[in-house]
T-cell receptor, first 114, second 116 residues
Framework: AQKITQTQPGMFVQEKEAVTLDCTYD???????LFWYKQPSSGEMIFLIY??????QNATEGRYSLNFQKARKSANLVISASQLGDSAMYFC???????????FGAGTRLTVKP | GAGVSQSPSNKVTEKGKDVELRCDPI?????LYWYRQRLGQGLEFLIY????????KSGLPSDRFSAERTGESVSTLTIQRTQQEDSAVYLC??????????????FGPGTRLTVL
């Protein structure tokens, strides 16, 4: 069964505006971690932000923040003040405690328009 | 080195040939992962190594796929009798903390495999 769902195959945002990329997940494990990665056209995977299932506060890293709604099992990424360099694929991922693998969503392609 | 390195960066092969892909993890990282990323798709977990423990091979798609790792260093992913559906980018990642909830994985640049 698909554990990570990213429903937006593509998103557009105007430069300097904020954008939210959606991610929902499915798990019965109470202990897990959620990750967002950025993949530019060059192909490398760049770690952006992490949220633990027991974390009380939403994670923030610079212009990135994670809107974590545990009851709804959603972990949306918010990028503030978008820049042209933010254009890339964005992947949401989850790792359940005790598991070796990380499950990735299908990704959202973000395009920032000047 | 500073990051995870993979070689070759690109590999074109003919159907039926064997290929070997290499990954050099970050020094000191005990955990190593291989993923496959087909065009326009997310990452599929293939295999996981942690120290000298038996690898987790649960993601390998068929017995044509195998991987080895020497201690906590280099890993090689071998695909035998390649098929066109094996065409993808193969990504390697390593991490320092193998267990627990937080396990940031550092990714290499990938090997783009094309099977003609």
């Amino acid at each position: 069964a698909q554990k990570i769902t990213q429903t937006q195959p593509g998103m557009f945002v105007q430069e300097k505006e904020a954008v939210t990329l959606d991610c929902t997940y499915d798990t019965s494990d109470p202990s897990y971690g959620l990750f967002w990665y950025k993949q530019p056209s060059s192909g490398e995977m760049i770690f952006l932000i992490y949220q633990g299932s027991y974390d009380q506060q939403n994670a923030t890293e610079g212009r990135y923040s994670l809107n974590f709604q545990k009851a709804r099992k959603s972990a949306n990424l918010v990028i503030s003040a978008s820049q042209l360099g933010d254009s890339a694929m964005y992947f949401c991922a989850m790792r359940e405690e005790g598991d070796n693998d990380m499950r990735f969503g299908a990704g959202t392609r973000l395009t920032v328009k000047p | 080195g500073a990051g995870v390195s993979q070689s070759p960066s690109n590999k074109v092969t003919e159907k039926g040939k064997d290929v070997e892909l290499r990954c050099d993890p970050i020094s000191g990282h005990t955990a190593l992962y291989w993923y496959r990323q087909r065009l326009g798709q997310g990452l599929e977990f293939l295999i996981y190594f942690q120290g000298n423990s038996a690898p987790d091979k649960s993601g390998l798609p068929s017995d044509r796929f195998s991987a080895e790792r020497t201690g906590e260093s280099v890993s090689t992913l071998t695909i035998q009798r390649t098929q066109q559906e094996d065409s993808a980018v193969y990504l390697c990642a390593s991490s320092f903390v193998p267990g627990g909830r937080y396990n940031e994985q550092f990714f290499g640049p990938g090997t783009r495999l094309t099977v003609l």
